[in-house]
C-alpha cells in the first residue's frame, strides 16, 4: 500500500481495510501510521541487524577480510530496500525520524552503521586498511550514497530499473576503492 500511494495519502483506515480489519481493532495495537511504520522498521532492522552482526563476527574471528565483510553489508541495505521498496523510502525520504528511532544504537549512533565502523576498526588494527580512514566518516559515506539513490529515484531522476542495476555497483566500487590496500615501505621502495 504504502508502495502505491505517497506516505502522507495513506490513511489508517485504508490501512484497516487492506488488512480486513475494523479500524478500532487496528487503533487499538496502533495509535496512528507511524507507530505502524515504526513497527514495520523495527522488523526490517532487527533482520539486517542481524545479517550485519553475523558478517562482522566473520571478520572478528578472521574469516573474512574488510573489503568481502563491507560489501557483504552492503549487499545486505541493498537486499533489505529491494524486499520492501516502499517501507525502506518511507524510513529514509519521508520519516527519517522514525529510522534514526529505530536504529538509534549505542552512543546515540546508529545500529545501521555501528557494524560496517566495526570492520574499519577491526581491519585498521590489523593493517589491512589505511590507518587515516574514520569508521565514522567511511560509513556515513557509503549511507549517503546510497541514501542518494533513493532520493533520486523519489524524485523521478532516475528510474527503478536504473537504481537497482547501478546502486549496488556503485557501492561496491566505492568499497574497494577505499578499502585500497595499505602500502608498505617495501612497496614503496620497488615503485621508485
Known sequence: MFADQPYDAVRVEDISEAAELAKGTVYLYFPDKDAIVTELGNRLLIDMSAKMSAVTQEVGAERLGPVDALLAMVRIWHDAYWLSPGLFRILVLDR???LAQVTRG???SSKLLEPIERVVAFSKQR??????LEPDVFSHALWALFVGGLLLSGRGDITETDLRSTSLPVLQALVRGLCMPVATSNDESQGQ
Open 96 to 98: 527519517p525520524q522514525i
Open 106 to 108: 549505542e552512543h546515540g
Open 127 to 132: 593493517g589491512q586498511m589505511e590507518p587515516s
